[in-house]
C-alpha cells in the first residue's frame, strides 16, 4: 500500500506537469473524479452494492480531443472496497462461512470516448473554442493495467468448503492484472473553462480474486469492479500572444496584431494575403495570385497575362482559344477545330500523320505513301484490316474475321482448346461426362490411409489410378487436392495431418506423370466436416480426400 502510494503521488505529479506544458492547447483537458467503488462477487448477494462496503475512489486523467466527438483519456484510479458474509440474508452462510476482506486497487489505463453531442457542444472557427452549455451524454472503454492487494479473512475457517478455504489461502495471486475498464457518463459544461461529469465505471479485471477468495465461494464466476462520482473538469485555454483573437497555434505571425483572413498577420489591402507575401499589397488581389488582381478571371494575374481584359488559358499565356487545344487563335490555323501544335492547330482525326485538311480519308487510318487513306483487306476475308480481329488469317466475318478449326462454335483466338471441339462455357474444351464427375466426387469416400499416418493404403492407388487416366484424357483440366480430418487430437496435428494426406495423393499423381503445374493440394484439418463428429460413422466420413477438376482460370 505504501509503495503504490508513493507511485500515485508521482503518477500526479506528472500528470500536473503535463497540465501546465498542455496549458496552450486548446484541444485539451484535465480533471479530477471523486466518488465510491462497489465490488461484485463471492461476498455479494445481490447485483446492488452493498450501502456499507462501498468505498472511497479517486482519479486524475487528461483528455485530447481527436474531433469534437472523439477523445483519448489517460486515466489513473485509486479505489478501496471491502464485502462481508454478514450482509447475507441466509444465515447458514453468515453462521457457518463467516468470510470478510478488505481491499485496494490501483489502475492507469488509456480510454477512448465518445460523446454523443459533442458535434453541438464544441465548435472551434478561429481557434479559440466556445463551449455551449448543455448536458452531453458520453460512453467510455479502453485497455489498461490495475494493482490489486486483498486482504481476506476466512472467518470460521471455511465453514463446508474446507478445501476451498486451504486452496485460497495458499493461492498467491497475481497482484498486477490487465484491467479492461468501460462505462458511460453524463457531463454539463458550467463555463468555458470548466464542466462537470457524473460517471459509472465497470473494472472488468479478468479475475476471481479481487476478494481473494474464490475456490471457497463462487469459483465460476470472476469478481467485477463498479467505481463512479463527479469528474470536475479543467479545459485549457489556448494562448494569443498578440491579443488579435488569433490563438497562437494558428496565427502565422503570433507577436504582430493582424487579420483573420491573412492568418494573423497584417494585410493592408484586405485581400488575404498577408503583406509580407502580397506582390500586390496596396491592390486586393486573390490568394491564389499572390495578392495579386486578375481583372478577366481566368486565373492569371494581370501582371503576366498576355491578354488581360480578355478570359483566356494558362497554356496559351493568357489568351483565348476556341477550340481547347492549347494554341492560342491568334497562331491557330484552325482556331475553331481541336487540333494539335505539330499541324498548326488542325486535327488529325485518324491520327495517321496526315492533317485532316491535306487528307483525302480524314476518318479512315492510312499510309502517307498511300495518301492517308487504309490498306485493303489483308487475308481477303471481306473484313477490312482494322475491323478483323484476325487480319492475316482468313476467317470469314462471322467470328471478326477469325478462324473456328474445331468448329465448336468459338474462335481460335479465345478458344482454349482451339483443335478440340468442347463445350463454349468451358472455354471451348470437353466438359467431364456425368460418369466421370460422379468418379470424381466419390473419390473422397474410398482413399484410405495408415492410421494416424499418411500413408496410402493399396485400394486407394486404384482410385488414383482412375484419377490419373482422367487427367490425361482431359490434358487441359487442372486438379484440386483437399484434405480433411475428423475433431480427435487438437486443431495443429489435425491440420498437419490433412496436409500431409493430400501431399501423398499429389506425390503419387506426380509419380504417374502428371505435371506439378496442373496440380494444388492443401490441408483443411477438422474445418468443414461433411458428418457428426460425435459418431464414428460420421468422422469417418470426414476423414478424407476430396478432388476437383477445374479450368486453370476457374479458382
Same mark, same amino acid.
Given at each position: ?52 462496503e462501498i468505498g472511497p475512489a479517486l482519479g486524475l486523467y487528461t483528455r485530447f480531443y481527436l474531433s469534437p466527438q472523439w477523445s ?21 452462510? @453468515? ?18 470516448e465518445f460523446d454523443l453531442l459533442g458535434k453541438q457542444r464544441f465548435t472551434d472557427s478561429t481557434g479559440m473554442p466556445a463551449y @455551449? ?88 464466476? @470472476? ?153 485493303? !483487306?489483308? !487475308? ?71 492410421t494416424g499416418s499418411a500413408i496410402l493404403l493399396p485400394e486407394s492407388k486404384q482410385v488414383l489410378d482412375s484419377i490419373v487416366e ?36 499429389? !506425390? ?48
Amino acid at each position: 500500500m505504501h509503495a503504490y502510494m508513493k507511485t500515485t503521488a508521482l503518477a500526479a505529479i506528472v500528470w500536473l506537469a503535463c497540465i501546465i506544458q498542455l496549458r496552450g492547447q486548446p484541444s485539451w483537458e484535465g480533471g479530477f473524479l471523486l466518488g465510491g467503488a462497489s465490488y461484485q462477487g463471492d461476498l455479494v448477494e445481490t447485483l446492488a452494492p452493498e450501502i456499507k462496503e462501498i468505498g472511497p475512489a479517486l482519479g486524475l486523467y487528461t483528455r485530447f480531443y481527436l474531433s469534437p466527438q472523439w477523445s483519448l483519456r489517460p486515466d489513473f484510479r485509486f479505489a478501496r472496497f471491502s464485502g462481508s458474509d454478514e450482509h447475507f440474508s441466509d444465515p447458514g452462510i @453468515r453462521e457457518k462461512r463467516g468470510f470478510s476482506f478488505e481491499s485496494w486497487m490501483g489502475q492507469g489505463a488509456l480510454l477512448v470516448e465518445f460523446d454523443l453531442l459533442g458535434k453541438q457542444r464544441f465548435t472551434d472557427s478561429t481557434g479559440m473554442p466556445a463551449y @455551449r452549455k448543455r448536458f452531453s451524454p458520453f460512453v467510455f472503454g479502453g485497455v489498461g493495467a490495475a494493482y490489486l492487494n486483498a486482504a481476506p479473512d476466512f472467518g470460521k475457517n471455511g465453514g463446508d468448503y474446507p478445501s476451498g478455504v486451504q486452496e485460497d489461502r495458499q493461492m498467491d495471486f497475481p497482484h498486477f492484472r490487465l484491467a479492461l475498464p468501460s462505462g458511460l457518463g453524463l457531463r454539463w459544461d458550467l463555463s468555458e473553462k470548466f464542466s462537470l461529469s457524473a460517471t459509472m465505471t465497470a473494472h472488468y479485471l479478468l479475475t476471481d480474486y479481487l476478494d481473494g477468495i474464490s475456490e471457497a465461494g463462487n469459483p465460476d464466476s @470472476r469478481d467485477w469492479l463498479w467505481s463512479g462520482g463527479l469528474e470536475l473538469n479543467f479545459r485549457f485555454r489556448p494562448k494569443d500572444s498578440d491579443k488579435d483573437g488569433i490563438v497562437d497555434k494558428k496565427d502565422s505571425c503570433p507577436w504582430l496584431a493582424g487579420n483573420i483572413s491573412a492568418n494573423g498577420c497584417p494585410d493592408m489591402d484586405g485581400d488575404g494575403v498577408e503583406d509580407a507575401e502580397d506582390v500586390c499589397p496596396e491592390v486586393p488581389g486573390l490568394f491564389e495570385n499572390n495578392g495579386c488582381p486578375d481583372r478577366d478571371g481566368d486565373g492569371i494575374m494581370d501582371l503576366i497575362d498576355d491578354c488581360p481584359d480578355i478570359f483566356g488559358f494558362e497554356e496559351t499565356g493568357g489568351c483565348p482559344d476556341r477550340d481547347n487545344d492549347c494554341i492560342a487563335d491568334a497562331e491557330d490555323e484552325c482556331p475553331d477545330a481541336e487540333g494539335l501544335a505539330a499541324f498548326a492547330g488542325c486535327p488529325d482525326t485518324d491520327a495517321d500523320g496526315i492533317p485532316d485538311n491535306l487528307d483525302p480519308c480524314p476518318t479512315e487510318q492510312g499510309l502517307v505513301e498511300n495518301g492517308g487513306c487504309p490498306l485493303p !483487306d489483308t !487475308d481477303c476475308d471481306g473484313l477490312v484490316d482494322r475491323e478483323d480481329d484476325c487480319p492475316r488469317m482468313d476467317g470469314g466475318q462471322h467470328m471478326a474475321g477469325c478462324p473456328d478449326t474445331d468448329e465448336d462454335g468459338l474462335a481460335d483466338n479465345v478458344d482454349k482448346c482451339p483443335e478440340l471441339a468442347g463445350d463454349p462455357e468451358n472455354g471451348g474444351c470437353p466438359s467431364l461426362e456425368e460418369a466421370e464427375k460422379e468418379l470424381v466426387a466419390n473419390a473422397k469416400s474410398s482413399i484410405r490411409f495408415k492410421t494416424g499416418s499418411a500413408i496410402l493404403l493399396p485400394e486407394s492407388k486404384q482410385v488414383l489410378d482412375s484419377i490419373v487416366e482422367l487427367m490425361r484424357k482431359y490434358p487441359f483440366y487442372h486438379l484440386r487436392i483437399e484434405g480433411y480430418t475428423d475433431n480427435r487430437g487438437n486443431d495443429e496435428s489435425n491440420l498437419r495431418l490433412s496436409e500431409q494426406r493430400a501431399n501423398s495423393c499429389y !506425390d503419387y499423381l506426380l509419380y504417374r506423370g502428371i505435371g506439378p503445374v496442373r496440380m494444388s493440394y492443401q490441408g483443411f484439418g477438422e474445418s468443414d466436416p461433411i458428418g457428426d463428429n460425435d459418431t464414428e460413422t460420421g468422422r469417418r466420413l470426414n476423414r478424407r480426400v476430396e478432388f476437383e477438376m477445374h479450368m486453370p482460370d476457374e479458382l
